[in-house]
């Protein structure tokens, strides 16, 4: 993700971050549930040696890649929740693997590849208002696929962890919408015997709407 995308959309919460109303009169709810979707840029270079049209280099993940997110939190306070949340990108080589027949080149047919990151997060809101911002943590338990109409699916798993912030603004006392930078880093490898390592390290940005009850 280009660095003028993250600049914008920080400049886009500081106006709602002024508007800030610490001890505001939004009633307190116990539960909340999120979802959002967004662009994410990875920093894995390439996968499994793939190659491009050319034919001669790796091919690198194209970016930025579509992004989703979904989670629950239990709000112990304003101020602290703890829950689980899940995210998944997905993206279409469309040119990815070369098929021969005979020692001619037949076509080119495409490569899916889906990450599904599910696990712990935690958040903290230190000015509850009308508008709030806040920072969160967690961990997760990584798992993805990589199919072709011709290759035999390979199997991702690892572990990664994730943090960054963002900002709610409560159209009503159960419903909220909001802005979110995520920074998330790990290990993981394939299976199947493959030896390559994977790098799921990401940044992504993403509208959310919340629910809370």
């Not at 959309?9 to 971050?17: E, G, V």
């Not at 050319?54 to 602290?80: C, H, K, Q, V, W």
């Not at 035999?152 to 994730?162: C, D, P, S, V």
């Amino acid at each position: 993700m280009k660095r003028n995308e993250i600049v914008l959309c920080l400049l886009f919460l500081l106006p709602a971050f002024a508007r800030s109303q610490p001890g505001s009169s939004v009633p307190f709810k116990r539960h909340e549930f999120f979802l959002g979707y967004g662009r994410a840029q990875s920093y894995e270079r390439q996968v499994l040696g793939y190659v491009n049209r050319i034919g001669s280099e790796p091919e690198p993940l194209p970016a930025p890649t579509r992004f989703f997110d979904f989670g629950y939190y239990l709000n112990f306070t304003r101020n602290m929740a703890l829950g689980f949340q899940g995210n998944r990108w997905w993206k279409t080589f469309p040119d990815a693997y070369a098929v021969y027949q005979n020692g001619v080149l037949v076509r080119y047919l495409p490569v899916h590849m889906t990450v599904t990151n599910v696990g712990l997060r935690g958040r903290v809101i230190p000015f509850p208002g009308i508008a709030e911002p806040y920072a969160f943590f967690g961990g997760n338990r990584i798992t993805g696929s990589l199919t072709s109409e011709v290759r035999e699916t390979a199997k991702l798993k690892g572990f990664t962890f994730g943090y960054g912030g963002g900002l709610n603004v409560h159209l009503e006392p159960w419903v909220s919408l909001g802005l979110e930078v995520l920074r998330q880093f790990g290990a993981a490898h394939w299976e199947k015997g493959y030896t390559d390592e994977f790098d799921p390290s990401l940044l992504a940005v993403t509208g959310h709407i919340a629910f809370r009850f």
